[in-house]
């Protein structure tokens, strides 16, 4: 008896992968693991610099397994980060992520949000770059 996928599951798994492959081409990488990385890693720092409600509106439009990543491990009453700095953002980037460091932090967080303004409502976004600090929106390009 042939098995069919469930159109739900599929679809959210081929939005991700676009995304990552978008990620992969930003960041000059063919390395799908570390594009993950930099997804999720870029996405939960963003999640906690922002008050909730604007966080809510953001992960209520990414795909489904996208919004998995985002919302793991959120805790509401530990939000928004209050940093300004462009150097805060990139250190709470890399400790988000396994193997980010450096360059590739910057890179990372300019590759996903220019995902985001790609994939996303471009209010929803305009949005979400008010409520970051000029100095963290020059370093991911909003």
Do not use: C
Request: aromatic share 6%.
């Amino acid at each position: 008896m042939p098995q069919h996928g469930l159109a739900t599951i599929d679809t959210t798994v081929q939005q991700t992968n676009r995304w990552l492959g978008a990620i992969m081409t930003e960041m000059g990488t063919d390395d799908k693991q570390f594009a993950f990385q930099a997804l999720r890693s870029v996405l939960t720092t963003l999640r906690d610099r922002l008050p909730v409600d604007v966080a809510a509106n953001l992960g209520a439009q990414l795909p489904m397994l996208v919004r998995g990543l985002y919302y793991d491990g959120y805790v509401p009453a530990d939000t928004p980060t209050k940093y300004r700095r462009a150097s805060e953002w990139n250190a709470a980037v890399a400790a988000a992520g396994d193997n980010l460091e450096g360059e590739d932090v910057e890179r990372a967080s300019r590759a996903v949000l220019s995902v985001l303004e790609f994939e996303l409502d471009s209010g929803l976004v305009t949005k979400v770059a008010q409520e970051l600090p000029d100095e963290v929106r020059s370093v991911v390009s909003l």
